[in-house]
């Protein structure tokens, strides 16, 4: 039987494999443990010797995984397997968390929760309203999450939930923005047995990701010590909108099209989509739509960015299901697609590409693809959108159905011909000729 990685077990491992160093004591708190966490936050804590408590908030499935390992797991990023030491222990109950939160040892708090964890309600919040208003002093909240102002959404969030207690927080509690940038693909089966066979150690709490990582830091820190963040090559900026607009609507608005067109045509990974014919066309012209809506963030070279996206979209090693990046659709489609749309129509020009984007958004909300085959419309929307979508065939009339979700679509936008018009005509040629023949043309 393969042994299970553990502290034990270190020693069994390939030379090649990277080990952790001494274990950290935990001084950040981790809420949403989940595997960009451990891909991307735990790694830069990992470097700094900053141990984690992880909180693993929607199921017990990672504190499973990595409770018989000591918490240990490989981080997978190409050829390169480095076992992270990072996190030390995993959470699951709220009165456990605040009081690690509220602990004087905690000195930072990191937050990945996606999109939807940032509504008004969701447990983080009510945990992080909670416990900060226990705290001795302030700390810094850096929420992980790709939508705009994610450390403000945050803060509101929280300081609305904290009753009297929200002026104490506003004023001793830091929430950064931050842009966060690494391809984390969810983790299969199949590369947990490859892993095995690799190094002879079983790892059941694994993440495969790529080289690549990027993470820049709003310089917005509550008083107190912090990690040296610029030692692990954390970039900390004074703006961070400019980062995050270019990430959000390059990297990932050519992700959801992708992911919408390529699973549509019934294609499961982004690396097959990209490598069909007319995909990369169409990332190109929907990224000089977007690029003209930037301002792009000092020192970053918008050419040589595209450039370096299109062959981390094309890496065949990492193997990442346009189902994955389909996920959430209603939380996404906002920043990614609709305000370069909106930013283009202020301007007087077109958005014929972005609106294929979106045309494509529609037409997966019918929860079948091009060939007929029927998939899960995973999204906190899906009732909604099955709805409004209920006993509608014409394209027009799907599109007016589907527009009209004012939580998505903001009314004036939807209301505009300029954007109704061109997501009509794609969608159309999308239910006429399937997203496969849409992409050659
Ligand atoms: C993807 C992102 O699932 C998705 O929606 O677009 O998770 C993407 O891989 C990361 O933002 C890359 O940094």
């Known amino acids: 039987m393969t042994p299970r990685l553990s502290e034990a077990t270190l020693p069994l491992?390939?030379?090649?494999?990277?080990?952790?160093?001494?274990?950290?004591?935990?001084r950040v708190v981790h809420l949403g443990l989940g595997a960009f966490h451990r891909a991307h936050q735990a790694v830069v804590f990992d470097d700094l010797g900053w141990g984690v408590t992880g909180a693993s908030l929607r199921?017990?499935?990672?504190?499973?995984?990595?409770?018989p390992q000591g918490c240990l797991y490989s981080l997978v990023a190409g050829e390169e397997v480095r076992v992270i030491g990072a996190v030390r222990e995993v959470l699951l109950d709220t009165p456990g968390l605040v009081a690690r939160i509220a602990a004087p040892e905690t000195r930072l708090v990191t937050v990945t929760v996606t999109e939807k964890g940032y509504l008004p309600g969701s447990r983080a919040v009510a945990i992080l309203a909670e416990a900060l208003a226990r705290r001795a002093d302030g700390i810094t909240i850096i929420a992980c999450d790709n939508l705009p102002r994610n450390g403000a959404v945050l803060r509101e969030a929280v300081l609305a939930a904290a009753g009297d207690d929200a002026g104490w927080i506003a004023d001793h509690c830091a929430?950064?923005?931050t842009?966060?940038?690494?391809i984390v693909p969810a983790t299969e089966e199949a590369d947990v047995a490859a892993l095995a066979a690799r190094i002879g150690v079983e790892d059941r709490a694994m993440v495969k990701t790529e080289p690549f990582s990027q993470w820049v830091i709003e310089d917005l820190f509550a008083s107190g010590e912090r990690p040296d963040f610029e030692a692990a090559g954390v970039q900390i900026a004074a703006g961070i909108a400019p980062w995050e607009e270019a990430k959000l609507r390059l990297l990932n608005g050519a992700h959801s099209g992708l992911a919408y067109l390529g699973g549509l045509a019934g294609i499961d990974f982004v690396h097959e989509v990209i490598a069909l014919p007319g995909a990369r066309r169409f990332v190109e012209a929907l990224w000089d739509e977007a690029a003209a809506t930037l301002t792009p963030p000092p020192g970053l070279d918008l050419g040589a960015y595209r450039a370096a996206l299109l062959r981390r979209?094309?890496?065949?090693?990492?193997?990442?299901?346009?189902?994955?990046?389909?996920?959430?659709?209603s939380q996404k489609l906002p920043q990614r697609l609709l305000a370069p749309i909106a930013a283009r129509l202020e301007r007087g020009q077109g958005i014929e590409t972005l609106a294929l984007a979106v045309a494509a958004w529609l037409r997966w909300q019918s929860g079948r693809t091009d060939a007929g085959a029927a998939f899960i419309v995973d999204d906190p929307l899906a009732g909604e959108t099955a709805r409004r979508l209920a006993g509608l065939h014409d394209p027009a009339a799907q599109a007016e159905a589907l527009l009209g979700i004012e939580a998505i679509f903001p009314p004036t936008l939807a209301a505009d011909p300029r954007f109704r018009e061109p997501v009509v005509r794609q969608l159309r040629r999308l239910v006429e000729r399937g997203a496969s023949a849409v992409l050659v043309a």
């Open 13 to 26: 491992l390939p030379d090649w494999v990277r080990r952790p160093g001494p274990r950290p004591a935990p």
């Open 59 to 67: 199921s017990p499935a990672v504190r499973d995984a990595l409770a």
């Open 175 to 177: 929430f950064p923005q």
């Open 179 to 182: 842009m966060v940038d690494r």
């Open 313 to 329: 979209f094309a890496n065949p090693g990492l193997k990442h299901r346009t189902m994955q990046i389909a996920m959430d659709g």
